[in-house]
DNA sequence: TTTTATTGCTTTGTGTTACAAAGTGCTTTT
DNA sequence: AAAAGCACTTTGTAACACAAAGCAATAAAA
């Protein structure tokens, strides 16, 4: 038997920061009001996991408008996806070895 | 879009409980040392997550011998399995709605 | 028979994380 | 002028993770 959980990336563990990824690998783009009421979570919780996607280089920052209102789209980098991808690997052949 | 996140058990938000179950899933008997060995955790820790797993009625536990000595295996519960198996489903969904 | 090892914990201590709530600065709408 | 929206930051608290050490019971080794 093998350790069914040495390739699950840490950053990924928490749900919230997994419900972002999920959001922005299916939409390339999301505003920080979308995100908060998709995950549901308060905007100081929401923009503190953003912060650590952001460090870890998962996703990245856009500052705009929307006609003359503030507009923050996140999205993931190439180094996001990657890891990403990664995590949701080995999360079924987790889940495969199992059903 | 809908949340990706509502159906994931927070139980099983942490790796090692994580592991622990897909090893029970797997194995119908697993003893202390084996899972120690196989999730690479202190002993401390391993306890502790085996405690949370066992309150929350996941988990049941059988203390026996293997010839003299003392060996104690952890299997799953069938409230255990449902909840394990309703959590895969989400992060399945989850994965397939991805790629 | 004294010592050492093993098993499966519990306890303790420390550091990290999660989270809500409140506050902030800027702009825009009323 | 006041209220509201956006995207945060700050603050405080509670939960959690984890390692290390301690411990009780038995067993094996010296």
Redesign the pocket.
Known sequence: MKNPIEHLNKVFD?R?RLGIMSALMINAEV???ELKELIE?????L??????LEENNYIK?QKGFV??????TYSVTKAGEKAFKLHLEALEKMIKSIS
Chains 1, 2 share one sequence.
């Open positions: 928490s919230i505003n920080f009001n979570v308060t905007d100081g919780n923009a503190t996991h953003l912060k650590t920052v006609g003359r209102k503030t507009n923050t």
